[in-house]
């Protein structure tokens, strides 16, 4: 049964970098078959896509966050993770990864699903000083 | 990217049918069927019950269904259950391959 687990520091300080990483057990992240992806759920903004991987190291990340943000994938470790930068008081919020199925777009090919199948339990990160 | 409008509260006695909308735009809901809902309880992880407006992941139950109309989309949940109280959210891929979700509906079993 396929198992996501966020890890990380759960208080960041304004300006810094918030750094997490996801642990897929019970199914290999080299699978051509998904994407690996990060949402992060806030009391002002609700859910919001941050971004996903695939295997090959492709990303595709969310307009308003890329110029801060890096999603990154280890293989070997059977993890990926996302990094923050220059962090302020709005980046917090409960963040959760998970996984998104290829799809089938058509003329335009495959690519992660519009749709998010399975998720880690999430993690609070609080930015504070 | 604006957030789908959702009412923020729903209810319902058990047995009853409830019905959730989600309203969006031609760049989002209106122009695909890329529609999914999750239902979330306190404290736990979001749970994928309907994709692509319509479709049922395994396990999920058949209870739960969705419709789209323009665009807004909708989620039915027929014979209302006391686990059936939770929060649910909707959530659409967008024309800038991008993916909004919606601002939410909590759903109480009276």
């Known amino acids: ?129 | 990217q604006s957030a789908l409008t959702q009412p923020a509260s729903v209810s319902g006695s058990p047995g009853q049918s409830i019905t959730i909308s989600c309203t969006g735009t031609r760049s989002d809901v209106g122009g695909y069927n890329y529609v999914s809902w999750y239902q979330q309880h306190p404290g736990k992880a979001p749970k994928l019950i309907l994709y692509d407006v319509i479709n049922r992941p395994s396990g999920v139950s058949n209870r739960f269904s969705g419709s789209k109309s323009a665009n807004t989309a909708s989620l039915t949940i027929s014979g209302l259950q006391a686990e059936d109280e939770a929060d649910y959210y909707c959530s659409s891929y967008t024309s800038s391959s991008t993916y909004v979700f919606g601002t939410g509906t909590k759903v109480t079993v009276l």
Request: net charge neutral.
């Open chain 1, 1 to 129: 049964q396929l198992q996501l687990q966020e890890s990380g520091p759960g208080l960041v300080k304004p300006s810094e970098t918030l750094s997490l990483t996801c642990t897929v057990s019970g199914g290999s992240i080299s699978s051509s078959r998904y994407y690996w992806g990060w949402i992060r759920q806030s009391p002002g903004k609700g859910l919001e896509w941050i971004g996903h991987i695939y295997y090959s190291e492709s990303t595709y990340y969310n307009p308003s966050l890329e110029s801060r943000l890096t999603i990154s994938i280890d293989t070997s470790r059977n993890q990926f993770s996302l990094k923050l930068f220059s962090v302020a008081a709005a980046d917090t919020a409960v963040y959760y990864c998970a996984r998104l199925p290829e799809y089938f777009y058509g003329s335009v090919g495959f690519f992660g699903a519009p749709y998010f199948d399975s998720w880690g339990q999430g993690m609070l990160v609080t930015v504070s000083s």
